[in-house]
């Protein structure tokens, strides 16, 4: 009798992707329910600096629709803090841990690893930002007004495609860092609060600031759901809903095109460099 | 190529540039130089060679983590460097001492994890699990989560996870690293099961143990500085050295020995001294027995005291000396 029988079927092609995406999106989902200091970290300290931005406005009379305007931008900053630490820099923890390795010499895509990283996240990051959302409501007594639910839906979702993209796309550059993964993570979070109007309509940078910080999805995304829940949203906006829209689903496409291919381009260039499992070479 | 070939290398070579910061120049080393391997269907080949030898090298360049420099790679048929997928699909690897999975997930959990990667149904998956973990004897283990497992656990689950795959082509990189003498034992027998189990399955093991490879090895290839010194079956290599004759003398010897003394003594092939605090050994291979008498005089005139002397059968450790001039764990 054999020692272990010999597997008769693997799957391949769609299923083999699926499978994949699956399985690397379980340790993000499971993850959150074996570590819960999440909830602290992740809902009550975003809602300081929430606090801070809404004690400004208010000590100098702003219009109380930009205390929403912070609340919802506190929100969606745990998205991008998502996409900074769990997915671009992941790659470079990965390597570190040596599962990089494995997930190279196995048959899976590494697009389907980082899709499993970036569903697991996203699914992750939105239970974070909803906790956000509702507790910092709550608090600051922030009313919305929707203008369209479906139009917030379409938005929301490309938002995420676009900004996951990036994500997707970034991490695989992040293949080639060492250590300065880890700064290059933190220079890029607070001029990213200041460049997407995180706590601010993004207008007041300007047509062209506002237009630069538009290559972060997130910034279109923002901007668009402030116009369509809050009453002054409109008037504050950059531009309108529609364009935004269009501009979400170009973003959207190269993102994700630029990332298959980069992603490629740069696993053999890490190859060559000898750089997929030692950073000093 | 032949159908029963799985592994083939020719004039394989591998150039890393390095540099200590960004203000040096990058400087070159040789990791492997025009090696030149062909490794059968069924084999269970072993990698000897001290720490830098090239040997995680050839197996990276194997398992397609880096590109060679020169020459050509082939596993299980396919060129490492043109059709690295498919050559994927054939493989695993299980390196000493990884620390890979994930410390939130249980046993199960990773390995299950890292099986979806290979197109495995969930089902068989788990029976495989199952089976593994009964085989290496972590069955009471696979609800533990992998970050509260030793050392010696930890590895036993990154077996079971290059197992699980039933690959054709298997590469172990010191596989027993971390492992007390009865695990370490448990694996080589799973090991030698697994093979006999089907007869198309291929093994590349690299380690430093030499009674591993004896025990374990259908041929071994000796690697240092990036080439192949020999290749041939443990038996083979040890009868290179029948000929000559081996000794083992263990000495007092407080204020040290000149060891130079001995090696330049003619029919002194090669000389190898241990220095632990409780002993001092002289390993030495004699071109024949008659040379014994100048070695003992010399012991004697540098004041030692002989504890033991024993002539022995030449071991893979013998040929290792006789190729690197130094035993492995100081090479």
């Known amino acids: 009798m054999a020692l272990v029988e010999p597997i008769s079927k693997k799957r391949s092609g769609l299923k083999l992707f699926i499978m994949t995406v699956f399985g690397r999106s379980y340790p993000r989902l499971v993850g959150m329910q074996r570590e819960r200091s999440w909830i602290f970290f992740d809902i009550f300290v975003p809602l300081l600096s929430v606090s801070a931005y809404v004690f400004v406005y208010r000590a100098i009379g702003a219009p109380e629709d930009y205390v929403g305007f912070v609340v919802v931008g506190g929100a969606m900053t745990a998205f991008w803090m998502n996409i900074l630490w769990n997915m671009s820099s992941q790659l470079y923890w990965e390597k570190e841990q040596g599962n990089l390795a494995l997930y190279i010499i196995s048959p899976a895509s590494m697009m389907a690893i980082l899709l499993g990283m970036a569903l697991g996240g996203l699914f992750a990051t939105l239970l974070r930002a909803i906790a956000i959302m509702i507790f910092g409501s709550l608090i600051f007594n922030v009313s919305y007004y929707v203008v369209s639910f479906w139009q917030l839906i379409a938005i929301f979702s490309l938002s995420m495609i676009a900004l996951y993209g990036l994500g997707m796309m970034s991490a695989s550059i992040f293949l080639l860092l060492s250590r300065e993964a880890w700064h290059i993570s933190n220079l890029a979070t607070e001029p990213v609060y200041l460049l997407s109007g995180m706590y601010f309509p993004v207008k007041n940078l300007g047509f062209w600031g506002s237009a630069f910080g538009s290559l972060i999805p997130l910034t279109l ?61 | 190529m ?286 024949e027995d008659s040379v014994l008498s100048e070695i003992i005089t010399e012991i004697s005139q540098q004041s030692l005291r002989i504890l033991r002397l024993e002539k022995r059968e030449p071991s893979l450790e013998d040929v290792f000396i006789k190729l690197v001039g130094q035993k492995i764990e100081e090479a």
């Open chain 1, 221 to 281: 995304g923002l901007d668009a759901i402030r116009q369509l829940i809050f009453k002054s949203g409109p008037s504050l906006g950059f531009l309108s809903v529609k364009i935004e829209i269009i501009s979400l689903i170009i973003l959207s496409i190269i993102y994700l095109i630029a990332a298959k291919f980069l992603l490629a381009h740069i696993e053999k260039l890490a190859m060559r460099e000898g750089r997929l499992t030692e950073n000093r070479r």
């Open chain 2, 2 to 287: 032949e159908n029963s070939v799985a592994i083939n290398t020719k004039n394989l070579g591998r150039i890393y540039k390095i540099r200590n910061n960004r203000k040096e120049k990058f400087k070159e080393l040789l990791a492997l130089e025009n090696v030149d391997l062909s490794i059968k269907k069924g084999e269970l080949f072993g990698l000897l060679g001290p720490n830098g030898a090239g040997k995680t090298t050839l197996i990276k360049i194997l398992t397609t983590l880096l590109s060679p420099t020169t020459g050509i790679a082939t596993v299980a048929g396919f060129d490492v460097e043109k059709s690295p997928d498919e050559v994927r699909k054939r493989i695993n690897m299980v390196s000493g001492g990884e620390t890979s999975g994930y410390g939130l997930l249980t046993v199960r959990e990773n390995l299950w994890m890292f099986a979806q990667f290979y197109g495995i149904e969930s089902k068989v998956a788990n029976d495989r699990i199952k089976r593994l973990s009964e085989i290496v004897g972590i069955s009471d283990r696979l609800n533990t989560k992998s970050s509260d497992l030793s050392t010696g656990l930890r590895q036993k689950m990154n077996i079971i996870r290059g197992f699980i795959t039933d690959p054709q082509v298997l590469f172990l990189d010191e596989p027993t690293l971390g492992l007390d003498v009865g695990a370490s034992r448990d694996v080589r027998t799973f090991i030698k099961k697994w093979m006999n189990d089907n007869g198309e399955r291929t093994l590349l093991l690299t380690t430093h143990y030499m009674v591993e490879a004896d025990e374990l090895c259908d041929r071994v290839a000796i690697i240092n500085q990036g080439k192949v010194l020999a290749c041939d079956t443990p038996s083979n290599l040890k009868k290179t050295l029948q000929k000559e004759a081996i000794f083992n003398i263990n000495l007092y010897a407080p204020s040290g020995l000149e060891i130079n003394k001995f090696k330049n003594i003619t029919g002194v092939k090669n000389c190898v001294l241990s220095q632990k605090p409780e002993s001092t050994t002289l390993d030495i291979i004699l071109d």
